[in-house]
C-alpha cells in the first residue's frame, strides 16, 4: 500500500515536469523571455505607478531630484521582490540578500538615465512643471526599464532565464 503523504519532489522530476509544460505552449508563450517579459510588465507597472505617487508627493518638499531618487529607492525592495518572485519564479531565501544588494545597483542605474534626463530637461527649462517632470521621469524610465529587465536576466537572475 501507497502511503496517504506525497514524496517530496525530486528536483528532476521538477525540471522535466516544467520542461514539459513549456512545451506544451504554442506561439510565443513557448519561449520563457516572452513570459517573462510580460510578469515583468505587471510587476514595471504597479512600481511605476507606486514610484510616481511618491514622487508627486515628495516633489514639493524635496525638489525633483531627491524626489526622484526617494521614491526609486523606496520602490526598489518592492521592485527587487516582485522580480524575484514573479517574474523569474525565485522563492526561498537562498541568495535574496545579495539579489536585493545587486537590485540596488541596478535601480542606480535607473536613477542615473532617469536623474539624468531630469537634469536636461532642468537644463533647458529651469521652470519645468510637475506634469513636465512626470513626462520626463515616465519617457526616461522606459528606457531604464529595458536595461533594468536585461541587467536582471543576464545578470542577477541568470540561475531561472527558464522560468
Not at 507597472?45 to 531618487?69: D, K, V
Not at 528606457?143 to 540561475?159: D, E, K, P, Q
Request: proline share 4%; glycine share 6%; aromatic share 8%.
Amino acid at each position: 500500500m501507497e502511503s496517504p503523504a506525497a514524496p517530496a519532489a525530486d528536483p528532476r522530476q521538477t525540471f522535466l515536469s516544467r520542461t514539459a509544460a513549456s512545451k506544451r505552449r504554442k506561439g510565443v508563450l513557448r519561449y520563457p523571455v516572452v513570459r517573462q517579459l510580460i510578469r515583468f510588465t505587471g510587476v514595471g507597472i504597479i512600481c511605476t505607478a507606486t514610484s510616481l505617487a511618491l514622487y508627486a508627493l515628495f516633489r514639493p518638499w524635496m525638489g525633483p531630484q531627491f524626489a526622484n531618487a526617494a521614491a526609486l529607492i523606496i520602490t526598489s525592495l518592492m521592485n527587487t521582490a516582485l522580480n524575484r518572485r514573479l517574474t523569474f519564479k525565485i522563492t526561498g531565501n537562498r541568495k535574496r540578500t545579495r539579489d536585493h544588494l545587486n537590485g540596488l545597483i541596478v535601480i542606480a542605474v535607473a536613477l542615473v538615465i532617469t536623474g539624468g534626463s531630469l537634469g536636461i530637461l532642468h537644463a533647458f527649462r529651469p521652470d519645468a512643471t510637475l506634469e513636465e517632470d512626470l513626462w520626463t521621469t515616465t519617457l526616461s524610465g522606459f528606457v531604464a526599464t529595458a536595461v533594468r529587465f536585461t541587467m536582471l536576466r543576464h545578470w542577477i537572475f541568470r540561475r531561472a532565464r527558464n522560468a
